[in-house]
Structures are given as structure tokens and as C-alpha cells.
């Protein structure tokens, strides 16, 4: 193993039996055997070191994401993926704190692709024509509430760590992103300009059509976004 990985391993293990979360980067040194200068030649500073220990923290839960199998239903993906999210969150609370918190002043990649992962499964469910938002919001929605209720939970005692809680403040989340199923949809629920224009522009995205030129297809999906993201016309529906 070079230095480079021993440091990370010796301060992803620090970290994760630290009381107070922090860890200092002579312990971290001297757990990899190593001198501490060579922690600053090879990171540059403590804040790119943690976020490569983020990083390295997140690799096996994003690997989990990566080679999950797409199910028939994205939108039982998607509460599959919250309670993953509040799941982790619990089992590595250090590593989700440093995750979540202002600093450090480098953002972890891990942040980055854990937004792909979930932008993707929307996207999915947008083209099955039950998003109500659009896709790049509602990325943005369900991760702050996610994190929300996590963070929430991991502020309270061990024992009072009600898992019930994320489910229910997910179900509330997902009520306000989601169009009802075909099931249980009324006729005052019938397709909104924004609606339609959510689902199809993530059908086209996912197949663009030939026909059109790169730059018809970016007008298209310009005007498709500015109508999903129009409230004002929100109890429009559409008709023949």
C-alpha cells in the first residue's frame, strides 16, 4: 500500500472512532507511519486530506448505488435509495457529519456523484410521467430533506433514534414531488402544462430525436424546463 492510501485508512479509522469527530493530522501520521510533512506534500492541506477520506468513506456505499439493479418501479428505487441515504448516515455518523457540514472548503467528489445517482432514478421517474417538478430540482428537494432527517436523527441519543421518523417525513417529501399513480389519481388530478412538460422532456433526453438538429434540441429542452419549472400555470391541464 503506498502512503497516499495508508493515510487515508489511518484517518477514515481515526475518524470513525473519534468521540468528537475531529482528528489531528499528527495522529494520523504516526497511525500510518509516516512523517507528517508527507501528509502536506501528498494532500496539500487538512481539508483536501478529509475530503479524500470522504471520498474514500462514501466509495463502497456509492459502489452499492452503482450496481443496483433498476427495478420495474422508479419510484420504489427512489424510496429504496432515501432509506439507504438515513441508513448510512446512522451506521457512519463522523463520516456523514464531515460530509454534510459547511467545511471543508473542498466539496468531495462523492457529493457530486451521489447527486448523478439520484438525478438519474428522477429521470427515470419523470419518463414514467410521475415526477411533478423538474428532475434537477427535485434532486435538490429530496437530498436537502434527506439530509435533514438524518442529521435530525443523529442529533438525538442512540435510543431515540425513531427510523420512522425519515420514513414519514420521506412519504410527506415524496407527496410533493410525485404525481399520484394512475390508481389513485381523480379526474381534478388529470395532467398539468408542467407535468407533461416535466415527463417529456425527460423522454427526450433519454432518446433525442434524430430529426432535429443539436440546436433545436436545445430550444426544445429549454422550453420544456421553463414550462416545468411555471407554476403560474400549474392548473392548466392539457387537453385535445
Same mark, same amino acid.
Given at each position: 500500500?503506498?502512503?497516499?492510501? =495508508?493515510?487515508?485508512? %489511518?484517518? %477514515?479509522?481515526?475518524?470513525? @472512532?473519534?468521540?468528537? +469527530? *475531529?482528528?489531528?493530522? &499528527?495522529?494520523?501520521?504516526? =497511525? @500510518?507511519?509516516?512523517? *507528517? /510533512?508527507?501528509?502536506?506534500?501528498?494532500?496539500?492541506? =487538512?481539508? &483536501?486530506?478529509? @475530503?479524500?477520506?470522504?471520498?474514500? +468513506?462514501?466509495?463502497?456505499?456509492?459502489?452499492? =448505488?452503482? %450496481?443496483?439493479?433498476?427495478?420495474?418501479? /422508479?419510484?420504489?428505487?427512489?424510496?429504496? +435509495?432515501?432509506? *439507504?441515504?438515513?441508513?448510512?448516515?446512522?451506521?457512519?455518523p463522523n463520516l456523514y457529519h464531515?460530509?454534510?457540514?459547511?467545511?471543508?472548503?473542498?466539496?468531495?467528489?462523492?457529493?457530486?456523484?451521489?447527486?448523478?445517482?439520484?438525478?438519474?432514478?428522477?429521470?427515470?421517474?419523470? *419518463?414514467? +410521467?410521475?415526477? @411533478?417538478?423538474?428532475p434537477g430540482r427535485a434532486v435538490e428537494i429530496v437530498m436537502s430533506a434527506n439530509t435533514g432527517v438524518a442529521l435530525a436523527l443523529l442529533a438525538r441519543p442512540d435510543e431515540q433514534r425513531d427510523i420512522g421518523l425519515s420514513r414519514q417525513v420521506r412519504e410527506i417529501v415524496l407527496a410533493g414531488v410525485l404525481t399520484p399513480g394512475p390508481a389513485h389519481r381523480t379526474p381534478a388530478e388529470s395532467v398539468t402544462v408542467p407535468r407533461a412538460a416535466t415527463t417529456l422532456a425527460a423522454l427526450l433526453r433519454s432518446d433525442p430525436p434524430e430529426s432535429f438538429t443539436a440546436a433545436e434540441r436545445a430550444l426544445l429542452a429549454e422550453w420544456l424546463t421553463r414550462l416545468a419549472q411555471d407554476t403560474t400555470t400549474s392548473q392548466d391541464t392539457v387537453t385535445s
Open positions: 500500500m503506498d502512503n497516499r492510501s =495508508k493515510i487515508i485508512e %489511518a484517518a %477514515a479509522e481515526l475518524l470513525e @472512532a473519534s468521540p468528537t +469527530g *475531529q482528528v489531528a493530522t &499528527r495522529s494520523v501520521a504516526e =497511525k @500510518a507511519g509516516v512523517q *507528517q /510533512p508527507v501528509i502536506y506534500r501528498l494532500f496539500g492541506d =487538512k481539508d &483536501r486530506l478529509l @475530503a479524500a477520506v470522504v471520498d474514500h +468513506g462514501f466509495e463502497q456505499y456509492l459502489g452499492a =448505488k452503482r %450496481a443496483a439493479e433498476e427495478s420495474a418501479d /422508479p419510484v420504489a428505487d427512489l424510496r429504496r +435509495g432515501w432509506d *439507504q441515504h438515513t441508513q448510512f448516515a446512522l451506521e457512519h464531515l460530509m454534510t457540514a459547511p467545511g471543508p472548503t473542498v466539496a468531495p467528489r462523492a457529493i457530486g456523484e451521489m447527486r448523478t445517482l439520484l438525478r438519474g432514478v428522477l429521470e427515470r421517474v419523470a *419518463q414514467a +410521467g410521475r415526477l @411533478a417538478v423538474e
